[in-house]
């Protein structure tokens, strides 16, 4: 099991940018990692997939071009970088972590990932 820690949300205007980051102390080089996000009253919906060597990324359509996957193992952490946010990217955040070999297929299916972290909130104003 990784306990993961998900940091770096806050308050910002469209067109503004938050890093997030998402860390599991001492086991975060063996999973791949999912970032999903919540809005109130919808469904987790993904966000973006990083695989455990982070030789593979993948991103949902709403948000390729302006987030940005990477990690780096030694820390055992993975960041997102969110960049030309927009008001619909208002929701709750959060990183999961699987073992599963995931592709471009399935990486934002919930049921692949066994363990999350508690969520950081996003909130992005017009």
């Known amino acids: 099991q990784v306990a993961l820690v998900e940091s770096g949300g806050g308050s910002v205007q469209a067109g503004g940018s938050l890093r997030l980051s998402c860390a599991a102390p001492g086991n975060l080089d063996s999973s791949n990692i999912g970032w999903f996000r919540q809005a109130p009253g919808k469904g987790h919906q993904g966000v973006g997939f990083?695989?455990?060597?982070?030789?593979?990324?993948y991103y949902a359509d709403s948000v390729k071009g302006r987030f940005t996957l990477f990690r780096d193992n030694a820390k055992n952490t993975v960041t997102l970088q969110m960049n030309s946010l927009k008001p619909e990217d208002t929701a709750m955040y959060y990183c999961?972590?699987?073992?599963?070999?995931?592709?471009?297929?399935?990486?934002?299916?919930?049921?692949?990932?066994?363990?999350w972290g508690q969520g950081t909130q996003v909130t992005v104003s017009s």
């Open positions: 999961a972590a699987t073992r599963s070999y995931l592709d471009s297929s399935n990486w934002a299916l919930l049921i692949f990932y066994n363990d």
């Open positions: 990083i695989s455990a060597g982070g030789g593979r990324t």
